[in-house]
């Protein structure tokens, strides 16, 4: 019996023209992943829990059937300015709307409305994992002296198992990842630049998989965006971050990843307030863990934007 390798693994994604129906994904929607986790089925479970004379197990049924699955994608831009990247259709399954500005830029915003859903084939070493109807939410690490990586999880409607041949892959839209540092990149909050090592933005959608009489799907009812942000402290001065904190102050950030005009990624927002600092220690140097909640303003929907050049 010939074995099947993990690292022989294939991930096409492809936003569906009718939510729950297979968009049939092909190599030109491959996705160039890392840190892949396929959970091949979930699912409630119901004990029977029978009384007999004896002691022994009754057995269990599954009642509900789902798929998970997660991994982690390069965080970089675009070799040609205003072009897809090879990640867009995972963010608009995230609840994500999606502008080009053709030859300029390819901005995401979110959106609580019209939700797209996507079908997302997991191959490994043959055996085809499918996901119809997939959503998801995704974080992003932007640590100092790594690269940064958008965190996907998403879950989709199950269907069973199969093989199938190896998939044709075309990486073409994903470009090269640069590292974290000076060269790369910067970070303002609340009109500061900060000496930082560590920053992370997670878009905080509420992913729910439902069961009904006539219904099998999968939902976002919700979205609280986080992040967090760890760097130098700065005189009172400069910024007096503990009394932001206690007024509940909030200002704008924007975090911007790449070393010139394109192959850039940019979380830009306007209304982000601070949260409780706390302190550590870094090479002797004292640094400041500050979290931070991105708040739409009344207009809705506009409480971060994620801009790739």
């Not at 991930?11 to 840190?35: C, F, M, Q």
């Not at 995972?90 to 979110?110: D, I, N, W, Y």
């Not at 933005?201 to 219904?215: A, C, Q």
Request: aromatic share 8%; hydrophobic share 40%; charged share 15%.
């Amino acid at each position: 019996m010939a074995e099947k390798f993990s690292r022989k693994s294939a991930i096409l994604a492809k936003i569906e023209a009718v939510r729950g129906t297979d968009a049939v994904p092909t190599g030109a929607n491959a996705i160039l992943v890392s840190d892949l986790n396929v959970a091949p089925i979930e699912g409630d479970v119901v004990e029977r829990n029978y009384i007999r004379p004896f002691f022994g197990s009754s057995g269990s049924s599954m009642v509900s059937f789902y798929r998970t699955v997660s991994f982690s994608v390069d965080a970089a831009g675009v070799a040609q300015a205003g072009s897809t990247p090879g990640y867009a259709d995972l963010l608009r399954a995230c609840a994500c709307s999606m502008t080009t500005e053709q030859g300029v830029k390819v901005t995401f915003a979110p959106a609580s409305d019209a939700l797209e859903s996507c079908t997302i084939y997991v191959v490994v070493d043959g055996l085809l994992h499918r996901l119809t109807g997939a959503m998801g939410t995704v974080t992003l690490a932007g640590d100092a002296k790594t690269l940064p990586r958008w965190q996907f999880n998403f879950t989709g409607i199950f269907s069973p198992v199969t093989d199938v041949a190896r998939p044709a892959t075309d990486y073409a839209r994903f470009a090269e990842p640069v590292g974290v540092n000076k060269a790369n990149t910067t970070l303002t909050l609340h009109g500061v630049s900060v000496a930082a090592s560590a920053f992370s933005f997670d878009i905080g959608n509420t992913v729910v998989k439902r069961d009904l009489i006539n219904l099998d799907d999968v939902v976002i009812t919700g979205r609280r965006t986080v992040g967090s942000v760890t760097f130098h402290a700065t005189s009172v001065a400069t910024k007096d971050w503990i009394g932001l904190a206690a007024a509940s102050a909030r200002g704008a950030i924007a975090f911007r990843h790449g070393p010139g005009a394109t192959n850039v990624i940019e979380i830009n927002a306007s209304n982000v307030q601070l949260g409780k600092p706390t302190y550590s220690e870094v090479d002797g140097t004292q640094m400041v863990t500050t979290p931070l909640e991105y708040q739409p303003t009344s207009a809705g929907n506009d409480e971060f934007e994620i801009v790739v050049r």
